[in-house]
């Protein structure tokens, strides 16, 4: 889905289930989930990609999203700072991101 059919579809009054995943420290990019797939969103002809996550959201709460959620997973066998379960190697936040637009 391109960032034009997703303002559209938010125009309508739809609905989209967008995360927003740390590549890494530097590379952002958003997705639409359908059940268990991810799409990446496009801009521009290619893949949507931001250097900062503030910039992410921001363009995303342009489009017309009120929220989104963010991922960030851990190549290792754990994430820090989270207690349980171990083994969990994700980190799943949902971001409000509607008072970002202009």
Not at 68 to 94: C, K, N, W
């Amino acid at each position: 889905m391109t960032f034009g059919e997703l303002e559209s579809l938010l125009r309508a009054g739809g609905h989209a289930d967008i995360e927003l995943h740390a590549v890494d420290a530097r590379i952002y990019q958003p997705f639409q989930r359908f059940g268990e797939r991810l799409l990446p969103l496009t801009a521009d002809g290619g893949a949507a990609r931001y250097s900062s996550r503030f910039a992410a959201c921001k363009a995303l709460a342009d489009l017309g999203l009120d929220q989104v959620d963010f991922v960030h997973r851990s190549a290792y066998s754990e994430m820090i700072g989270l207690e349980t379960p171990f083994d969990q190697t994700e980190l799943r936040q949902r971001i409000g991101i509607a008072h970002l637009r202009d």
